[in-house]
């Protein structure tokens, strides 16, 4: 069963099936876990939400992802994140100790989680809370009585900030469709909502309050918590840097986007300030450090660059107003600004900058490093080219030893495997070799083009064989059936055993049919593995035959007359259609059923 089977499953009402592949675990079981959620947020975002809270109380056992549970939050699915509480799934991805509100505290509330997750992502400012939305929820009777509570235990342009209708400011994600003069407005910070909560001593606070801490915890630790791997990684660059000058960028908001950069010649002192400096629902991770003689430089010039002025901002946290930070728009992405900083680090060093323009430099310890990465980058590709080429020995030396006959005076006789060891599979290609060059016949020598009849859609190439002189095949035949009564018996396994066609010296350069026989067999079995393995057959497919024959070549590494444009003509058209098309305002031949897979050689 795959993933999207079992995921269908799991909605159609397979549910312990389902459960089962997932305590299982194995290869399927993340697939198998994405598309049964993918499938699940889509329900529960179509106004199914009954219907997933029904799979899931059938499921209470079921492990959901973080990841899962985070963009439940982020994306204001409060439906959902009911049914979630309910059956205890959100609960199991939280760390021990984190306060979970009860499905009896959403009663009431269809637009309190939605809100209070605004607020945690609060895309870097500082008063994500409408005063007059925050008066709603917490059931004051009067505006004008929450507002003078606001005003007597909180503090203007601290806890809230006075917006006058008048004035032409409006937070970033306050868009009001108004006519007339613009009301005044009120804005709070996350802390001052929840004391502005504890201060309306009303039923309806308590419970607002409770909700908002249990989803700032769980926010927080779904969205803000760091792996293992990103903090050894971070202790990685510390150990690095420790003692050196250096340039530094570190993420300290992943929603929003919100990077901090800065110089340092103390990165692990640094690091430890700006992790306790901030709190959620900011964090701190280092993403990557590079080292710089003159680090005061190396930020000024960071600084300088044009993208960097673009996005760059100032944002107040933790009361400290930080003018090193940056906000990545959709259209920038991350590497970009990696890259401007890489640079911006290695201009104030001369030793980099000189090598990686190809000029001289001094620091030969540098140098001998750069040197030594790409030597190893160069084994390696060694290695690899080594490994194909082995590879490929050990597939031709597999068809030959098939078709490699044993010569026995002016005739073969029957040969096993064993008989022929390395001597005769030499002495067989040798004779492959020997009279490869007088395979073309008069046709061949004279075409220019591939070897592909001239025919148009919906032409049917028949069958074509090479013509056999019936007198010869009889002949052929008898001195077989009288060789065979000769040879003794051999015991062997059957499909080693082969009669090889009998090759007739009648002078020097020209081969019998049997020994023609023999080659084209052998050709043959060479085009049909490179069709199984380095070909795609469906119908809607085509291929030129010219490059067909030069990828052929190209991969199993035969000479031209062995795989001679005649022989692979006469091969393909007994398995595929023949279609004539233009490409590149060209008139072109080819076959249809198959094409080429893409060549990494």
């Known amino acids: 069963m795959n993933a999207h089977a079992c995921a269908r499953m799991a909605l159609g009402g397979g549910h312990w099936e389902v459960l089962s592949f997932l305590e299982e675990g194995g290869a399927n079981a993340r ?26 109380e059938k499921l209470p056992d079921l492990h959901l992802s973080k990841e899962f549970c985070s963009k439940v939050l982020r994306e204001d699915q409060l439906e959902l994140f009911k049914v979630l509480l309910k059956g205890g799934q959100f609960g199991r991805v939280l760390r021990p100790g984190l306060s979970v509100p009860g499905p009896s505290q959403l009663e009431g509330y269809q637009q309190l989680a939605s809100v209070f997750v605004k ?32 005003k007597a235990h909180f503090t203007e342009n601290t806890d809230y900030t006075f917006v006058d209708g008048s004035s032409a400011y409006s937070p970033p994600s306050v868009e009001v469709p108004r006519k007339g003069p613009a009301p005044d407005k009120y804005y709070l910070t996350t802390d001052a909502f929840e004391n502005f909560a504890m201060e ?5 606070g308590d419970r607002v309050r409770a909700f908002f801490r249990a989803i700032r915890d769980a926010y ?41 950069y800065g110089c340092s010649t103390n990165l692990p002192k640094r690091n430890l300030a700006h992790r306790n400096h901030f709190k959620p629902p900011y964090s701190y991770r280092l993403e990557m450090a590079w080292k710089a003689d003159r680090p005061r430089d190396a930020e000024d010039t960071f600084k300088g660059d044009p993208l960097i002025k673009e996005i760059h901002q100032e944002v107040e946290i933790g009361g400290t107003v930080h003018r090193e930070i940056i906000r990545l728009p959709d259209h920038v992405d991350k590497g970009i600004v990696l890259a401007i900083a890489e640079r911006a680090a290695h201009k104030t060093q001369n030793t980099i900058q000189h090598l990686y323009v190809g000029g001289s430099s001094n620091d030969e310890k ?11 980058r160069q084994a390696d590709i060694q290695a690899k080219v080594r490994l194909a080429e082995l590879d490929h020995e ?27 060891g390395d001597a005769q ?27 592909v009849p001239e025919v148009t859609e919906p032409l049917i190439a028949p069958d074509v064989e090479e013509p056999v002189d019936e007198e010869a095949s009889e002949t052929h035949e008898l001195h077989g059936a009288q060789e065979l009564a000769q040879v003794p018996h051999v015991d062997t396994i059957p499909e080693l055993q082969e009669v090889t066609p009998e090759i007739q010296e009648d002078g020097e350069g020209t081969v019998t049919e049997g020994a023609q026989t023999t080659i084209a067999a052998y050709a043959e079995g060479l085009i049909s593995r490179f069709i199984e393995e380095h070909c795609i057959l469906e119908k809607s497919k085509y291929v030129t035959s010219k490059d067909f024959r030069d990828r052929l070549l190209a ?12 022989r692979v003509g006469v091969f393909m058209h007994k398995q595929f259609r023949a279609k004539e098309f233009i490409r590149n305002s060209k008139r072109c031949r080819g076959y249809v059923g198959l094409s080429l897979k893409e060549f990494s050689g």
């Open 31 to 56: 697939r198998i876990r994405d598309d049964f959620e993918l499938r699940l947020f889509k329900a529960a975002s179509s106004g199914h939400q009954e219907r997933v809270a029904q799979y899931l």
């Open 119 to 150: 607020a945690f992502d609060d895309k870097g400012q500082r008063f994500p809370i409408d005063f007059d939305e925050a008066h709603v929820w917490l059931q004051y009777g009067r505006k004008d009585s929450a507002l003078r509570t606001l």
């Open 200 to 204: 309306a001593r009303t039923e309806a």
């Open 220 to 260: 927080v630790e779904l969205t803000t918590t760091p792996p293992s791997q990103q903090l050894s990684r971070e202790k990685a660059l510390e150990l690095l840097f420790e003692g050196q000058g250096c340039l530094y960028l570190a993420c300290i908001h992943e929603t929003s986007k919100l990077y901090k």
């Open 366 to 376: 540098s140098k001998e490093v750069l040197l030594a990465k790409e030597k190893t």
């Open 394 to 420: 050990l597939k031709m030396e597999e068809l030959r030893l098939k078709c490699a006959p044993k010569q026995t005076g002016r005739r073969t006789r029957l040969v096993t495997a064993t008989e022929a």
């Open 425 to 451: 599979m030499t002495e067989g290609l040798q004779i492959v070799t020997q009279y490869g060059e007088s395979l073309l016949d008069a046709s061949e020598h004279s075409a220019t083009e591939d070897f």
């Open 555 to 566: 991969i199993t590494n035969e000479s031209e007359d062995v795989l001679s444009m005649r």
